[in-house]
């Protein structure tokens, strides 16, 4: 359902403001890291992994694309920084579960999101209904083309 009378102009403003908003979300997201004592990926993977109760490396693996090796890492450097620990299970000591310490990673980034959360809700507050209506359909179908992009790339990795 394209809107055929977008001018070009529209268009290219468009795409102006969202890569301006993904670049600035990227450094804020980096700045965010650096004063929580992380790297800006092991913050973003630290937030996936916060959204499980528990998860297998392999479903981090899954989920993010990153190899096992690649994840191992991750969680050895989270590890170490108390923000999740390893559990085996009792069936297959080869399987790792990994449990977020929530504790921890909330003592550790809370008081940095506590001012943003506010600012934004501020900032929502200035919508109607129906305005955030339009911008969560067109954030929940970017986030759809997004990931089926990351899909694609990921499983065409050898190519």
Not at 134 to 151: H, L, Q, S, V
């Amino acid at each position: 359902m394209m809107n055929k009378s977008i001018s070009e102009t529209t268009l290219q403003q468009f795409r102006t403001i969202s890569r301006l908003y993904s670049d600035t979300s990227a450094f804020m997201h980096e700045a965010i890291a650096r004063k929580a004592g992380l790297s800006g990926t092991d913050h973003k993977y630290l937030g996936l992994i916060l959204q499980h109760k528990s998860i297998t490396a392999g479903e981090i693996s899954k989920l993010t694309g990153l190899t096992t090796g690649a994840v191992t890492g991750l969680i050895d450097r989270l590890e170490k920084k108390n923000l999740l620990e390893r559990q085996f299970t009792k069936d297959d000591r080869r399987k790792v579960i990994i449990v977020p310490n929530v504790n921890n990673s909330m003592k550790l980034l809370k008081p940095i999101f506590d001012k943003l959360q506010e600012k934004t809700v501020k900032l929502i507050s200035t919508f109607s209904t129906e305005e955030i209506q339009t911008i969560e359909r067109y954030f929940t179908e970017a986030i759809a083309i997004m990931k089926e992009t990351t899909d694609s790339l990921n499983n065409n990795q050898n190519d």
